[in-house]
């Protein structure tokens, strides 16, 4: 019997999951493991919000199958949010759709607008579901720079100049999960006149809307004129209101791309749990206090470990956005590579971050680092760095 599945042959081992199964290693050994590797939250949502969730679960008539796309309340106040934050109307029965995270989200519209030997524009390095959800669909991928400057402009072009077949979708994240870049409005604004010209469809990743620092909120692509002619946009929950495990994300924008995501997702899910529905409808309605104090946290957690790093020796660039900072490797220690760096920083320092190049060969270099700890345990985390350092010879500020 055949044990070589089409599909899983190309997907390669997952280099990220090499250093969570030493981290889990660790700890099981009774290791005190600072982990700044998974982006997991770790502040629970708003007590409302668990309120909510919990009255909803005591009705006897809430266990039952959902909807695939979403119930119309929440589907509501999805656009009741995008119309406050970013000015942009959505109709909730056309152009919203409730996914199980935007990952989901993500991989499932894939499966619905791929069809095998399609090209795919994905950015490199980039979050793994932006380019193995086309891959698992049967898609190639060329990729396109992650900072958005003229290199970035001129690879797109390149892209559809030299590709064959030409590339039918482009996906875009910013802020930009690993690297917390950012762009502004008139950047979308380029984009869309350009996915017109070229007729290809624009997926934007928008899962770290809400955490942006330095007064400075982040876009929506939806805000560019016409956008909605050809993007959709992914947005979660989870990183906004602490409710990574809840699994509550939606897309919104295009109308022929949501039809064919909600068509696929009716063959593939019934939706979310609706007592998580309706906890996630009291999150988008309700106060939003939560929303700013959860900015703050990280922002201060953000400027703790960049001033902490330094200090011991391994200079971070401040993110201008995300829960995550894009780090590279200490000087004198390049020649290692992210994923032995990672190892070595796990084992002799206690502390967990995850290799770039688990996020594409262009991640080599750096790693990403989360500021899903408190403060203290970033400092901490800065001297058990610090420490390592010294011992592969690398001098260190003595202050």
Request: hydrophobic share 40%; net charge neutral; with cysteine.
């Amino acid at each position: 019997m055949d044990n070589e599945f089409y599909r899983i042959k190309r997907l390669p081992p997952y280099v990220i999951a090499e250093v969570n199964a030493m981290r889990a290693a660790a700890r099981a050994e009774g290791r005190d493991i600072i982990d700044l590797g998974m982006g997991n939250p770790d502040q629970p949502p708003p007590a409302h919000v668990i309120d909510k969730l919990c009255e909803v679960a005591r009705k006897p008539d809430a266990h039952g199958y959902s909807q695939s796309k979403g119930i119309p309340g929440l589907r509501k106040a999805q656009a009741d949010y995008y119309e406050r934050r970013f000015g942009v109307e959505l109709n909730p029965e056309s152009e919203v759709i409730v996914t199980l995270g935007s990952k989901e989200g993500l991989a499932s519209l894939a499966t619905a607008i791929t069809a095998p030997g399609d090209t795919i524009l994905a950015p490199n390095p980039s979050y793994p579901i932006h380019t193995f959800g086309f891959i698992i669909a049967g898609a190639s991928i060329r990729s396109v720079p992650t900072t958005p400057d003229e290199h970035y402009w001129k690879a797109l072009e390149q892209a559809m100049n030299f590709t064959v077949p030409r590339p039918t979708v482009l996906v875009v994240n910013f802020p930009s999960n690993p690297t917390a870049e950012v762009v502004d409005l008139e950047f979308y604004e380029r984009l869309v006149d350009w996915a017109k010209f070229h007729k290809v469809w624009i997926l934007s990743d928008l899962a770290y809307s809400e955490l942006y620092y330095d007064g400075k909120p982040t876009p929506s692509i939806l805000q560019a004129k016409g956008a909605k002619d050809v993007a959709i946009e992914f947005t979660s929950l989870s990183k906004t209101y602490g409710m990574a495990g809840w699994r509550m994300g939606f897309a919104v924008g295009n109308r022929t791309l949501i039809s064919a995501l909600t068509r696929v997702k009716s063959y593939i899910d019934y939706g979310a749990f609706t007592p998580i529905q309706a906890a996630a409808c009291a999150a988008l309605n309700g106060p939003q206090d939560y929303v700013a104090q959860n900015r703050e946290m990280y922002h201060k957690r953000r400027d703790v470990m960049v001033e902490a790093f330094g200090r011991a020796g391994w200079d971070i660039p401040a993110p201008p956005a995300s829960m995550f900072a894009w780090a590279p490797l200490p000087p004198g220690l390049k020649e290692m590579g992210s994923l032995e760096f990672s190892k070595q920083l796990l084992t002799e320092a206690e502390v967990a971050v995850a290799p770039g190049v688990g996020y594409g060969e262009d991640g080599e270099g750096y790693v990403r680092i989360a500021m899903v700890e408190n403060e203290q345990r970033l400092r901490q985390a800065a001297r058990n760095v610090k420490r390592y350092l010294q011992s592969m010879g690398i001098n260190t500020p003595s202050a």
